[in-house]
């Protein structure tokens, strides 16, 4: 037995949960007994509660075998093979799947009182449950929760199966678990009380909620998002396949290049891009080379080649009805930086702001004291090869200039919280200085 109760294990849990404390985390509680587990942890961390409202789409001659699931908004995940083992027409999935929306439709009604449920859309998701036996529920709930537009997913449960990574690694970005025994034969035997949670806790858990004050940013205020726009950018007699997200009101717009084997739909940019959207700063993300020019490696490492086609771009970018007469900031990542700088260097470049992630200045060469946009380079703490070639290029640097070090983080930024850290580095530094103004070298 670890738990008390489902409160003690959310206590429990939420102290394995500080990396998210600050950032724009969304906690979804698993109806129902996940839902005071959540509420604990949304607590701890100053963060929003809602529910994630889940339902089994069941075989109808055999309920208890799941061929997907539902969520709120129109969300449906199927799984095909069993549709197809089962031999399951198209009417008798409409059937099923017309039944359990009714049924969700009134859970949502009941729990939320007529509020809308949370928006998710480029947000940081906690998927927070009482614990994990098969993962069937959080695994459908983790995978309803991105079709909603989740950036990043971080599933929590107080104890779990020793194996259960193996078992949802792929549905999450993380998973988190302070007890993971080998005898584990039931979630209820962790719990010296594991009574059976009714709807009206889960009320009194979101009403609780709804009370307290959430825990804010200083740039925290959400900017409503448009769907991204899929664009052809042209430059020169090269069309580039691109991204561009543009809110309303938006006080500038941030053009991302990639890294070497990445691409625009590069989940670590796409991450970062979405922070800055909700900042009210439009992105876009963009492939520097062609399919065909990709094939030859020589071109990736090309920083002069790389460093045209982004500002190419940047002209582009400045015509365009939605962005025209906008600041203009780059974002760097890996050799990426190194394109963004030596873009920036250019006579004439009038960019407002560089963001360099894990980049490679030093490939950016003699062109570094030329740089006179201020300059982010952030760098992960264990990454110190890195490190030391970021600390050699900002001694070069003459303009405005930070290195910030995330702690514990490695070259791509995979651990807990990292990658929201890199966020809100680059978020405050281009709201901070994106201005429509040219800047001079100190």
């Known amino acids: 037995m670890f738990f008390l109760d489902r409160r003690d294990a959310g206590r429990q849990l939420a102290a394995r949960l ?5 950032t724009e985390v969304v ?42 699931a539902i969520g709120e908004g129109g969300v449906r995940v199927i799984n095909d093979d069993v549709v197809r083992m089962a031999r399951i027409t198209p009417e008798e999935l409409a059937e099923v799947e017309a039944r359990e929306r009714e049924v969700l439709g009134m859970r949502a009604r009941h729990y939320r009182g007529g509020r809308e449920s949370l928006d998710l859309q480029g947000r940081t998701v906690l998927v927070v449950d009482d614990g994990v036996a098969t993962g069937s529920t ?32 792929e549905d999450a970005d993380e998973l988190v678990c302070p007890h993971t025994p080998r005898d584990f034969y039931a979630i209820g035997q962790f719990y010296a009380d594991f009574s059976q949670t009714d709807d009206d ?7 609780e909620a709804l009370a307290r004050p959430v825990s804010t940013h200083r740039t925290e205020q959400r900017h409503a998002v448009p769907e991204d726009r899929e664009v052809d950018v042209q430059v020169g007699a090269v069309v580039l396949r691109g991204q561009l997200t543009v809110p309303e009101g938006a006080a500038g717009v941030v053009l991302f290049a990639h890294g070497s084997g990445s691409s625009r739909h590069s989940p670590r940019n796409r991450f970062v891009a979405a922070g800055l959207n909700r900042a009210g700063l439009g992105t876009l993300l963009f492939d520097l080379l062609t399919e065909a020019e990709e094939t030859d490696r020589a071109n990736v490492f090309d920083t002069g080649l790389l460093a045209r086609r982004l500002a190419g771009a940047t002209d582009w970018l400045r015509i365009q009805p939605e962005t025209e007469g906008l600041a203009v900031g ?22 407002a702001a560089v963001v360099s992630r894990g980049g490679r200045p030093d490939l950016a060469g003699p062109r570094l004291p030329e740089v006179t946009a201020p300059t982010l380079l952030i760098v992960g703490g264990h990454d110190q090869l890195v490190l030391d070639l970021n600390r050699d290029a900002q001694a070069r640097l003459r303009c405005e200039n930070r290195l910030a070090v995330v702690p514990g983080a490695t070259h791509l930024f995979e651990e807990p919280g990292a990658l929201e850290q890199v966020t809100e580095l680059a978020r405050d530094w281009f709201t901070d200085h994106m201005a429509p103004v040219p800047h001079t070298a100190a």
Do not use: N
């Open 138 to 169: 959080a695994r459908a709930a983790c995978r309803i929760a991105r079709a909603r537009g989740a950036a990043r997913i971080v599933l929590a449960v107080p104890v779990a199966p020793h194996d259960w990574t193996a078992r949802l690694g």
């Open 201 to 207: 806790e889960v009320v009194a858990c979101l009403e």
């Open 18 to 22: 500080g990396h998210l404390k600050g």
């Open 330 to 351: 780059y974002f760097g990542a890996s050799t990426g930086a190194a394109a963004a700088l030596w873009a920036a260097a250019q006579p004439g470049a009038r960019i």
């Open 27 to 68: 906690v979804l509680g698993l109806p129902r007994g996940g839902v005071p587990v959540a509420a604990e942890v949304a607590g701890a961390l100053g963060a929003p509660l809602d529910v994630c409202l889940v339902r089994k789409l069941g075989v109808p001659f055999q309920p208890e075998l799941g061929m997907g």
